[in-house]
């Protein structure tokens, strides 16, 4: 089913829309060859959260609008922002950490977009598993970092990814309605929840290996 | 080479976790005879003099990934992982029908490899968690 999407913005402009002249790629680039300060740290992690917002936003309002190159491209792009994810979380906790943080990250992807073809097809059963799933993935996700860092408490994590998996189905809610304003004020406020997850990850990392992270 | 996982297959599990008696115990040499006795489904995980292995499923890994051991050999994975895992025999594609179980950190289970050959096996929550047992 497909719906008006006007001044609809696309992916690499939504990627531009991180500022300060890098794109959260290279910032990953950057963290994973020579290190990084904990304020680095902490705005790495943030601009790829961010993207990762943006990224699945574009994905999503290309499906239910039915433009498939477009959402080829943005899911293309996406995978490539998991993918610096992971780099990120190899870069601090290892090549095995990396490998197996990627198709959890992944896997929650999938259940977003399980969300959305319930929301395309106005399938409800189809929605409220993908919801299930991806509640039960906080559960996942939790318990990984909390297995990584042992200052990140599993429910505490778990409850901060469940609060970004809820504003991102406000997002592909919003723009099933095909209603722009509140789309975008969804997708502002699903990226700036990021923050949430980003700046205690980024803490619990410098707490974690205070030698590795110097303070600027 | 395939071999065989013994039926009602040998396990000695517990769970580590809060008010458990067992918590302060982290492998199956400190649990009681009696209870292990009970944990194992009423079969003996083998004799003290038994070789044995470990493997740690910490980080959404098994640790390590491949191990290889001399038939007879008594495997004995620990869940480090604050999730349920299991040790599923084969792949998600084509699965076994023995799994162990580790509701929770801290859980433990074991087994006796009696045949040689090669075990594929994976986690049925995780199932991109891969592990396998070369089995001399």
């Known amino acids: 089913m497909k719906i008006a999407c006007k001044n609809f913005i696309g992916a690499a402009v939504m990627v531009a829309l991180l500022g300060a002249g890098y794109t959260a790629s290279a910032l990953a680039a950057e963290m994973n060859h020579h290190g990084a300060m904990s304020s680095d740290l902490r705005t790495g992690l943030n601009s790829l959260f961010r993207e990762h917002v943006f990224l699945a936003a574009a994905a999503t309002g290309a499906a239910l609008a039915g433009r498939d190159a477009e959402f080829k491209a943005a899911a293309g ?37 399980d969300y959305t073809v319930g929301v395309a097809t106005k399938d409800d059963a189809k929605k409220n598993k993908a919801v299930a799933d991806l509640v039960q993935y906080t559960e996942d996700f939790g318990a990984f970092l909390a297995s990584a860092n042992p200052n990140l408490p599993k429910d505490v994590v778990a409850n901060l990814v469940k609060d970004h998996v809820l504003t991102l189905k406000d997002v592909i809610d919003a723009q099933a309605t095909g209603d722009m304003n509140k789309t975008f004020m969804a997708i502002r406020s699903a990226a700036g929840h990021m923050g949430m997850i980003a700046d205690p990850l980024a803490a619990a990392i410098v707490k974690q290996f205070p030698e590795r992270f110097a303070n600027r | 080479m395939k071999g065989h996982w013994r039926s009602a297959a040998v396990l000695t599990a517990s769970v580590l976790a809060g008010s458990s008696p067992l918590h302060a115990h982290e492998d199956c040499d400190d649990i009681p005879q009696k209870q292990r006795a009970v944990v194992a489904s009423g079969e003996s995980v083998g004799p003290r003099s038994q070789p044995a292995a470990a493997v740690t499923i910490q980080l959404f890994q098994y640790q390590p990934g491949q191990l290889e051991i001399q038939a007879g050999t008594t495997v004995t994975w620990v869940n480090q992982d604050d999730i349920r895992h299991t040790v599923t025999l084969g792949t998600p594609e084509r699965q076994e029908d023995v799994s162990l179980n580790f509701p929770a950190k801290g859980a433990t289970a074991s087994y006796t490899f009696d045949r040689p050959g090669v075990y594929e096996y994976f986690c049925d929550r995780h199932p991109s968690m891969r592990g396998q047992i070369r089995v001399q």
């Open chain 1, 77 to 113: 792009a996406l995978d490539g922002n998991s993918i610096d994810i992971a780099k990120a979380i190899g870069s601090v906790y290892g090549a095995g950490a990396e490998q197996a943080f990627l198709p959890l990250w992944r896997k929650h992807i999938g259940f977003v977009v």
